[in-house]
């Protein structure tokens, strides 16, 4: 049964760093672009960062370019982001996501990041 289950959120103040973390299980995590995608409240989708199957080639979106780091251990079956300079905004629900397809076919349950002094 596939699985993506979001750890390492909280609270961290503006300017600090956090590094979330996603435990893949019950497919071959090195088979798929792996996404991140976040849902501030009351607000809609929003893609944040993607990683090639390898590991080699990693994207992000113009508001987190330069702040956030995606990575991945697929011996381990685990994918990071590493979260830096954090921002109020940065607050949400942070999911990762597999892409099948063309289409992000299973997601996390999600991790709340919260950005505030």
């Known amino acids: 049964q596939v699985q993506l289950v979001e750890s390492g959120g909280g609270l961290v103040q503006p300017g600090g760093s956090l590094r979330v973390s996603c435990a893949t299980s019950?497919?071959?995590?090195?088979?798929?672009?792996m996404t991140w995608v976040r849902q501030a409240p009351g607000k809609g989708l929003e893609w944040v960062s993607g990683?090639?199957?390898?590991?080699?080639?990693?994207y992000y979106g113009d508001g987190v370019k330069g702040r956030f780091t995606i990575s991945r251990d697929n011996a381990k079956n685990m994918l990071f982001l590493q979260m830096d300079n954090l921002e109020p905004g940065d607050t949400a629900l942070y999911y990762c996501?597999?892409?099948?397809?063309?289409?992000?076919?299973?997601w996390g349950q999600g991790t709340l990041v919260t950005v505030s002094s």
């Open positions: 996501a597999r892409r099948n397809e063309g289409a992000l076919d299973r």
């Open positions: 990683i090639s199957l390898d590991g080699r080639n990693t």
């Open positions: 019950g497919f071959t995590s090195s088979s798929y672009y």
